[in-house]
């Protein structure tokens, strides 16, 4: 778990901003995800890639962007389109397909 | 389509007493079913997982059971403790060519004291 950083920790987002939240694992893991978590309920699947370069859209992407030009890193941007983006997100990563997933420690998004 | 049902939403136990949580998946080429521990706040934490080959996995108080032919999966907790209560979540990735993990809505969990 370690191996996974997000930043930063909490954020605040002004209405019609973009702001992008940033996710970095260091364990070589081929996969990686975004998920959204609104208070009291279950996990979302954003996006999520299975290789540099691709990925694929979840069930909540309208709003959401996200690219991976390293293994390393997959940043998500929350555009002014995601009307409603107060939520804690979460980034995770995993070996191969059938392995465990790994998650970061969470991005707090606050609309102001 | 794809989905993972998790029942029950809500669980109080008394502590000493044992807890159980099922999930279903909808994929039978899913092969590998992992379970997650998300305290208040807190990312999720995996705390044992099953893959297809097998039945059962105990690993001391908790332990999953896997039953293919009717696609279900469930955690026990026996003797539970006041610092079992949180939100647990089954997962049930899919395998067919892609890395999509699909959670099941969670389910609260409160030991009472």
């Known amino acids: 778990d370690g191996g996974i950083t997000q930043s930063p920790k909490y954020l605040f987002r002004k209405e019609g901003q973009n702001v992008t939240l940033s996710c970095e694992q260091n364990?070589?893991?081929?996969?990686m995800y975004w998920y959204r978590q609104d208070p009291g309920q279950g996990l979302r699947l954003i996006y999520y890639s299975q290789i540099v370069n691709d990925f694929q859209k979840g069930d909540i992407a309208e709003g959401y962007s996200v690219s991976r030009e390293k293994k390393e890193s997959f940043p998500l941007t929350v555009t002014s389109a995601q009307k409603n983006p107060t939520a804690f997100y979460l980034c995770?990563?995993?070996?191969?397909?059938?392995?465990?997933?790994?998650f970061g420690e969470g991005s707090w998004l606050t609309v102001v | 389509g794809e989905n993972v049902e998790q029942h029950p939403s809500t669980l109080s136990v008394q502590e000493g007493d044992s807890a159980v949580i099922k999930c279903t998946y909808s994929?039978?080429?899913?092969?590998?079913f992992p379970w997650y521990k998300q305290e208040l706040g807190k990312r999720p934490q995996l705390i044992i997982d099953i893959r297809s080959n097998v039945g059962e996995k105990k690993d001391q108080r908790i332990a999953v059971t896997l039953n293919k032919t009717a696609k279900h999966f469930s955690l026990h907790i026996t003797e539970t403790q006041p610092e079992d209560s949180a939100v647990y979540f089954c997962?049930?990735?899919?395998?067919?060519?892609?890395?999509?993990?699909?959670f099941g809505t969670g389910t609260r969990l409160k030991v009472l004291a």
């Open positions: 997962a049930a990735p899919l395998v067919s060519g892609t890395y999509k993990y699909i």
């Open positions: 994929d039978s080429a899913s092969n590998y």
């Open positions: 995770a990563s995993s070996g191969t397909s059938g392995n465990t997933i790994y």
């Open positions: 364990l070589n893991h081929d996969a």
